[in-house]
């Protein structure tokens, strides 16, 4: 059985920093794209930052140049450094990773969820 399991998440004040791990473990053949969604109360769950096993990484508009995705393919963990942090950041973050795994089976698994609020 493959698990995520996310720390890192608090309450910050307008302007500080972040940093989010998210680690896989279990079954693990390999992993390819790994990323981050976040949910604000209301709204619909968005896509932060993604990255490819090659490191490779995309980001949504609005965190563009403060938030930083990473990731370390020998410890199956990805990081999200999320600097110059405003109070619209506030939401649950979500990781995920696309693993393949030893049970032959290519999923889609998620994180349990960590609580980010910014205060202004």
């Known amino acids: 059985q493959v698990q995520l399991v996310e720390s890192g998440g608090g309450l910050r004040q307008a302007g500080e920093s972040l940093r989010l791990s998210c680690a896989a473990s279990?079954?693990?053949?390999?992993?390819?794209?790994m990323g981050w969604y976040r949910q604000a109360p209301g709204k619909q769950r968005e896509l932060v930052a993604d990255i490819t096993r090659g490191g490779i990484a995309n980001y949504a508009d609005s965190v563009k140049g403060r938030f930083t995705i990473s990731r370390d393919n020998a410890k199956n963990t990805e990081y999200l450094q999320m600097n110059s942090l405003k109070p619209e950041d506030t939401a649950v973050y979500y990781c995920?990773?696309?693993?393949?795994?030893?049970?032959?089976?290519?999923?889609?698994?998620w994180g349990q969820g960590t609580q980010v609020t910014v205060s202004s």
């Open positions: 995920y990773a696309d693993i393949s795994s030893y049970s032959g089976n290519h999923v889609r698994t």
């Open positions: 279990g079954s693990i053949i390999s992993i390819n794209s």
